[in-house]
């Protein structure tokens, strides 16, 4: 059936492209929103190995192949899985880059880099968090094993709540912000 489908063109990706691969699950682990390629040429550090050596074009190369396998949905400034694609890929590599705390924490650590500077209620981070949003809550989804991240996940949700705050958005932005809080605590008795 499917699994068998998707396992195979996975294993031959593996095989032909592992870049290709990475840049697949990491936008597995991202959620269902498009992933901005920017996101991850811009912040190449927090990448792992084979995708933290692609240059800017090998990246759009990789993702294109993913296009033409019909894999994901490529434009020249995002890549869109479909759901399904989305959960095997979780689904079958929870385990990977156990060393880097797995999917999930380069996943948290790649937004934690993304994220502005500046408040999130200043009006000039609000395109920025218009877009991280939607990946925030997906990468930082409490069924993950967060834990080596606690502080990351913490901060990023405390500034997704404050943006949502400032948006009008109080209900959601409570919700984020308890999460937050929790994550915070975690984070301390992990440093204690």
Known sequence: PWEA??????????????????????AAWLG??????????????????????????????????????????????????????AGLLTDRTVGEHADAGGWAAIAVRLLAAAAPDRPARDRSTWPTWRWLLPHV??????????ETVAAEVGSLLGAAGTYLAARGRSHAARALLDDAHEFDVVARLRAA
């Open 32 to 85: 269902p929103a498009p992933v901005p390629l920017a996101l991850l040429t811009d912040h190449r550090d927090v990448l792992p190995e084979p995708l933290a050596s692609a240059s800017d074009g090998r990246l759009a190369d990789h993702a294109a192949l993913l296009d033409r396998r019909g894999l994901a949905r490529v434009t020249d400034e995002d890549l869109l899985l479909h759901p399904m694609v």
């Open 137 to 146: 809550v997906a990468a930082t989804d409490p069924v993950r094993r967060l």
């Open 5 to 26: 489908v998707w396992d195979l063109a996975r294993d031959r990706l593996a095989d032909t492209d592992p870049a290709a691969l990475a840049l697949l699950t990491l």
